[in-house]
């Protein structure tokens, strides 16, 4: 398994409106996709961040769902609750519990 992770900085004040977009737009998007296995979300709303974890079943089907242009949109969307560019990393899942 793999997984995308990106870190968000969210405006202030806005916090509850990225969690909307996010149960509302991002996760029935990715659920569509190949290989989706799960999504979580943590936020720090002291310090208006979020980290938002996909899993995937395999590191194709989590590039796929970038070079498809899924992840674009989704970000696009997210654009005018972020307080500046999320940062993305992909990692593979070795200990699931």
Same mark, same amino acid.
């Given at each position: 398994? %793999?997984? *995308? !992770?990106?870190? #968000? %900085?969210?405006? &202030?004040?806005?916090?509850?409106?990225?969690?909307?977009?996010? *149960?509302? $737009? /991002? !996760?029935?998007?990715?659920?569509?996709? #190949? @290989?989706?296995?799960?999504? !979580?979300?943590? !936020?720090? *709303?002291? %310090?208006?961040? +979020?980290? @938002?974890? +996909? /899993?995937?079943?395999?590191?194709?089907?989590?590039?796929?769902?970038?070079? +498809?242009? +899924?992840?674009?949109?989704? /970000? &696009?969307?997210? $654009?005018?609750?972020?307080? @500046?560019?999320?940062? *993305?990393?992909?990692?593979?899942?070795?200990?699931? &519990?």
């Amino acid at each position: 398994m %793999h997984a *995308r !992770v990106v870190t #968000n %900085h969210i405006q &202030a004040g806005k916090m509850d409106e990225w969690l909307a977009l996010i *149960r509302e $737009s /991002i !996760v029935p998007s990715l659920k569509e996709q #190949n @290989g989706f296995l799960g999504f !979580v979300t943590l !936020v720090d *709303r002291q %310090h208006d961040q +979020s980290i @938002g974890y +996909s /899993i995937w079943a395999d590191e194709t089907d989590l590039a796929a769902s970038e070079t +498809s242009g +899924s992840y674009q949109q989704q /970000i &696009a969307k997210l $654009s005018a609750v972020l307080a @500046g560019p999320p940062a *993305r990393e992909v990692y593979e899942l070795t200990i699931v &519990a």
